[in-house]
Nanobody, 124 residues
């Protein structure tokens, strides 16, 4: 089993930056492809960014491209989501997720493990 714990959320103003962290345990972190999702009430969970096991490949949804950066530190068992120029529409609960995958593969779905989420609220 993989345990994922997100941190770094909070209340910020429009234009601010935040860095979310997700600490993983229970499995060898480098064996897992990772992703960041977000969800607002009444909407489906949205994949924002994903990263392959060795960081060779990344993916960004349109809403994240240019403002969000996903990275990972396999030695620290942690994946990050750096967010800049935050907007009120970025307000959501942010989740990290993990799944088994090939070394260079991006996981667009089929995630098996999820954190509990961290709230990000952006005020205008």
């Amino acid at each position: 089993q993989v345990q994922l714990v997100e941190s770094g959320g909070g209340l910020v103003q429009a234009g601010d930056s935040l860095r979310l962290s997700c600490a993983a345990s229970g499995r060898t972190f480098s064996s897992l492809a990772m992703g960041w999702f977000r969800q607002t009430p009444g909407k489906e969970r949205e994949l924002l960014a994903a990263i392959s096991r060795g960081s060779l490949r990344t993916y960004y949804a349109g809403s994240a491209k240019g403002r969000f950066t996903i990275s990972r530190d396999n030695a620290q068992n942690t994946v990050y989501l750096q967010m800049i120029s935050l907007k009120p529409e970025d307000t959501a609960v942010y989740y990290c997720a993990a799944r088994d995958s090939g070394w260079d593969s991006i996981a667009f779905g089929g995630y098996d493990y999820w954190g509990r989420g961290t709230q990000v609220t952006v005020s205008s």
